[in-house]
């Protein structure tokens, strides 16, 4: 096992308790501790050049307000964390929901002993992940140079840290501000040190604070701040990157415990977090609530069966999709819900949520949320109505306030998806207006935020290639998307039909770009004439971080518009089967250098398939609407097999928000939601033999897989509840209704079964047919 996850030390599968399937089968386990197959380093051996996920170990509840996790890399580097680095400079609470967006609100405890070192480059202590433990509830490692031992369990606004000391007079815990404004200031006859940090990336009010609290239940013996790189004795300090030093007489082995809190609203609402969510709690009692935090969200779904590999790789992609978006809401004292707002500064009633990206999450996580997590989806959608009244558009890309990154108006997509499958405890009419206002516009600072060429999308039905705005098709086929969305819920709404007919005639804007030339989408000029010169291969252009291949299938709702576009069922699968048939290579121009995501699909060597990046992600369902789902099944095991591992380097490209994570999740049980806003979810091929999902609606829905394997990846029969099922598909309303989907594998296609129309998934060609 070591071997397998590269030496980390979370624990291993020694500790598992197994328990034999009902029916007798060679290696077919029940995972009862899902906790402990949870590999939070997953992902970190990564760097700018090339990500394997670009994760780091998320100490944390499930979408906690806040995370702390090793630091080895100086402050401000997005890549807080790498595998591969042999030091570390802190521990830190975290906000970082990309290195590409980088973190904020963090600062740091790290402990030292002997020569006194707080700069953060001289304090840094070497370490080994023979002796460090990496676990979502809990993280160890043992500070070499110092011969000290640093363990850390979380709550959601809170965490407690327990340092094991050598006998020495200069045992030191420093709490370091970070830069861009920060404040420090001890109260030794409290044993508490008190503090601010301001830093982050935009996004944020000029009122911004994280306040801290830190309580030690030992006498401090000494005290030390630092401004910049100079250290004083006094108590308190303020400036652009200050810190304090606590300094404590240990005996060998003594434990020196400190409780953190932070809040975004006071140091009263901090010191109220902490009371709440730690109190006098032990060390070992605040460990076992955060492990059996999780061990409930990740005992929702029990798998048997399948490789050592599948059932790590399953519980640590499920962890990942558990930690995003982030809650960024406090109880007040009153025990009322209440934010500070990231939009205007002020503390209002009522849920936020942030850290989170529509352009990634709107594919699978919010569906994920949507089957298992109804009543928190509800409570998103009540923070998307805050976020439009305090800031006056929705958040597509949010951290904590609106950011400048990505393309699209995709929060509308799963707005109508939460509303269109039951969510309906919020105000919907005023998310509807918000999204109609973005189809109208955009924040003129802030260009990702409504939609970005809105009035020559509106007015020709596509973004022009030659208008200046970049990315253009890319944003067409997005905004397409969205309308189809916005034609739905305006239908459930029962707006005017004027209003639901311009929505539905949006939604085939799609056509636009379609050229019958290459069977591929292209940019259009504003004059009408497709782009030229055209490389089907040229990344970023027209495009966003993909080429034609990749986008080409952005037609989530109407894949049988799409089909008969290029031809029909033949024509369609033949230019599906290009994907994977052309060579990687890859046209750079516009970036001027393969950027990483070039890079990562060059090497995985599946011709221009790039699932590393999320526009394509959807693409290997596809053969299920064209009459041929054998391909589908073959294509999507072998993405699974290939792609993901449960090591540092486990996955093929950005986990982004739990998105490359859902995929997973979603593929391994053996369905996957190809088109939200649409019912259903699209068969695949399960990797279990059996897998267990306890519905929030008190239904157990069971996918059990006879004759499953690694080359066993066809489905030859497929019963729900006991009926033979032809259909490359099932209802949402199926789905919740729990019950048996029973799969009978084979080494050989069926491929007889499933090829008709009428088992084709729904487009919107064909809805009301």
């Not at 996850?5 to 328990?19: C, P, Q, W």
């Not at 309580?215 to 004795?233: A, M, Q, Y």
């Not at 596809?622 to 999507?636: D, I, M, R, S």
Request: proline residues 5%.
């Amino acid at each position: 096992m070591k071997r397998l996850l590269k030496h980390t030390t979370f624990l291993f599968i020694s500790l598992l308790l197994f328990v034999a399937c009902s029916e007798p089968k060679t290696n077919c386990l029940v995972i009862e501790e899902p906790v402990e197959y949870v590999n939070t380093l997953m992902g970190t051996d990564s760097e700018f050049a090339l990500s394997n996920g670009n994760t780091y170990p998320a100490i944390a509840t499930p979408w906690g307000m806040n995370f702390w996790t090793p630091q080895t890399n100086k402050m401000g580097d997005g890549w807080g964390y790498q595998y591969d680095a042999h030091k570390i400079r802190g521990i830190k609470q975290t906000h970082q929901p990309s290195p590409w967006i980088n973190d904020y609100a963090a600062f740091s405890l790290m402990a030292v002993t002997g020569e006194l070192k707080f700069k953060e480059e001289e304090r840094a202590s070497w370490f080994s992940h023979k002796a460090e433990t990496a676990a979502p509830h809990y993280y160890q490692v043992y500070l070499a140079d110092y011969d000290v031992n640093v363990e850390v369990s979380p709550t959601e606004r809170a965490a407690h840290f327990r340092f094991t000391f050598p006998e020495s007079e200069s045992s030191y815990v420093l709490v370091d501000g970070f830069h861009q404004g920060s404040y420090v200031k001890v109260i030794p006859e409290e044993r508490k040190v008190i503090g601010y940090c301001r830093n982050n990336s935009g996004g944020v009010p000029e009122n911004f604070h994280n306040y801290f609290v830190i309580e030690f239940d030992k006498d401090i013996s000494g005290i030390k701040t630092w401004n910049k790189d100079v250290l004083s004795d006094g108590i308190e300090e303020e400036g652009y990157h200050v810190g304090a030093v606590l300094q404590f007489n240990t005996d060998k082995g003594e434990k020196v415990h400190a409780r953190v809190a932070s809040s975004f609203i006071s140091y009263e609402q901090a010191q109220l977090n902490l009371d709440r969510e730690i109190g006098n709690d032990s060390f070992e009692v605040t460990k076992e609530k955060a492990y059996s935090d999780w061990h409930s969200e990740l005992s929702k779904i029990k798998v048997e069966g399948g490789t050592i590999d599948q059932q790590l790789i399953f519980y640590s992609t499920l962890y990942r999709v558990l930690l995003f978006p982030r809650k960024f809401f406090e109880y007040d004292v009153n025990n009322e819900v209440v934010h500070y707002s990231p939009y205007n500064g002020e503390v209002l009633p009522g849920y936020m949520f942030t850290d989170n990206g529509f352009w990634d999450t709107f594919r699978a996580v919010f569906p994920f949320f949507t089957v298992m997590y109804p009543e928190l989806n509800n409570q998103m959608m009540e923070g998307l109505v805050n976020t439009y009244k305090e800031s006056g558009w929705l958040p597509e890309w949010a951290s904590p306030g609106h950011r400048g990154c990505m393309i699209g108006s995709n929060s509308a997509v799963n707005i109508a998806d939460a509303y269109l499958k039951g969510m309906h405890d919020y105000d919907i009419e005023t998310l509807y207006e918000a999204i109609i206002k973005n189809t109208n516009g955009y924040l003129e600072d802030i260009t990702s935020v409504g939609r970005y060429g809105a009035s020559y999308y509106n007015e020709l039905g596509y973004v022009p290639y030659d208008v200046g705005i970049h990315e253009n098709a890319a944003r067409t086929l997005e905004y397409a998307y969205a309308d189809y969305n916005i034609y739905k819920l305006a239908k459930a709404l029962g707006k005017p039909q004027e209003e639901i007919d311009l929505f539905a005639k949006r939604a085939q804007n799609y056509r636009n770009l379609f050229c019958p030339d290459n069977n591929l989408m292209r940019g259009k000029n504003e004059d009408g004439s497709f782009q030229e010169p055209f490389s089907e291969f040229k990344w970023g252009g027209a495009f966003t971080e993909g080429n034609s291949w990749h986008y080409t299938w952005s037609v989530f709702h109407d894949i049988e518009g799409l089909k008969q576009l290029m031809g029909g069922n033949k024509s369609f699968v033949a230019q599906l089967d290009k994907v994977f048939e052309l060579p990687p290579v890859f046209d750079d121009s516009y970036y001027g250098f393969p950027i990483h995501e070039i890079r990562e699909m060059q090497i995985m060597n599946m011709g221009q398939y790039a699932h590393g990046n999320q526009p394509i992600q959807h693409m290997t369902y596809l053969y299920n609407y064209a009459g041929e789902p054998w391909k589908t099944q073959y294509w999507v095991r072998k993405v699974m097999d290939k792609l993901y591992t449960p090591n540092p380097d486990g996955y093929c490209g950005d986990e982004d928000n739990g998105q490359t994570s859902a995929w997973y999740v979603f593929s391994a049980m053996g369905f996957y939601p190809v088109c939200p806003g649409q019912d259903m979810y699209v068969f695949g091929s399960p990797i279990f033999d059996k897998v267990t999902v306890s519905l929030p609606n008190g239904n157990t829905l069971t996918v059990s897989s006879e004759n499953n394997g690694k080359e066993n990846v066809y489905v030859d029969e497929l019963k729900v509840n006991g009926k033979v099922w032809d259909k490359t598909y099932v209802d949402h309303d199926e789905l919740l209704k729990g019950g048996t989907f029973s799969f009978k594998m084979s080494s050989e296609p069926n491929k007889k079964r499933a090829i008709t129309p009428d088992s084709y998934p729904p487009s919107m060609s064909t809805e009301g047919e």
